[in-house]
């Protein structure tokens, strides 16, 4: 009795927290299809007047652009680099490996908007102006934690002898990396590149700094939508990059499955 009392407890406090995290989601998504030119809840009626309003956007096409340019390139580079940099800390012999991925992953450990301030800083004293390519060097400082961590674990175990007997039937060792590795390695390498795609293409905390008045990511120009003209065409925009997300979650759940993605096993 005790028992079935604690899991209906349980069950209770998990649906109270999922339906409290979801609630902010949930409302945005209603007022996105508010009949009127304000966030009115509860909501009579619907429209679909504002989804139809986005591409008319000032600027919305170009910020898009840009943002998917910036997460793409990122999160491939991410890929490549952080991967090398797992095959290093798991594979070779490196001095103080674990100082070198604590080192890797510590972005992740601080806060946005000192980073953004750190990296304005550091450009400026270095004089590097150029704001497309600024971005994406902050972008990867925010990306490349995401691929480390996930590589580091799933290099972990993995059987480098596979490698080795790839080699031992003619292949060369980037040829028995691209052969062996990567294919065992699938998931880390799409929950990586999810994670990484999802963290540069939202990014706001640090982009904010290395904007400028003709380079402007989405997220940034959602806010300046925000500041100029509020009404439910940003509710309708954030509605469909929510559903884009679930969207790729889906997906990876298809292909790979939530619980490898939460970092358990069968």
Partial sequence: MITRLAIALSWTAAIGVALFLLAPLLVIAAA?????????????GASLRWYTRIGRLDGFWPSLFLSLQIA??????????GTLAAIAITRGKLPAAGIFATALVSPLMMPGLVLGIALLQYFRAIGFTMTWSALLVAHLVVTLPYVA???????ARFDFTLVE???????????GIVRVMVPALAPSFLIAGLFSFLASFDNYPVSIFLADVRTKTLPIRMLQ??????????????????AGTIVLLFASDRMV??????????
């Fill in 257 to 266: 499955g939530l619980h490898r993605m939460a970092g358990t096993s069968d």
């Fill in 72 to 81: 793409l390139l990122s999160t491939v580079i991410s890929l490549v680099c």
């Fill in 165 to 175: 007997a790839a080699r031992t039937l003619g292949c060369t060792y980037p040829g």
């Fill in 32 to 44: 996105s299809f508010s009949p009127t030119p304000v966030f009115d809840l509860p909501i009579e």
């Fill in 225 to 242: 939508y925000i500041e100029e003209a509020p009404d439910p065409t940003l509710a309708a925009l954030s509605t469909l990059i929510l």
């Fill in 149 to 155: 961590r996930t590589m580091i674990a799933g290099l």
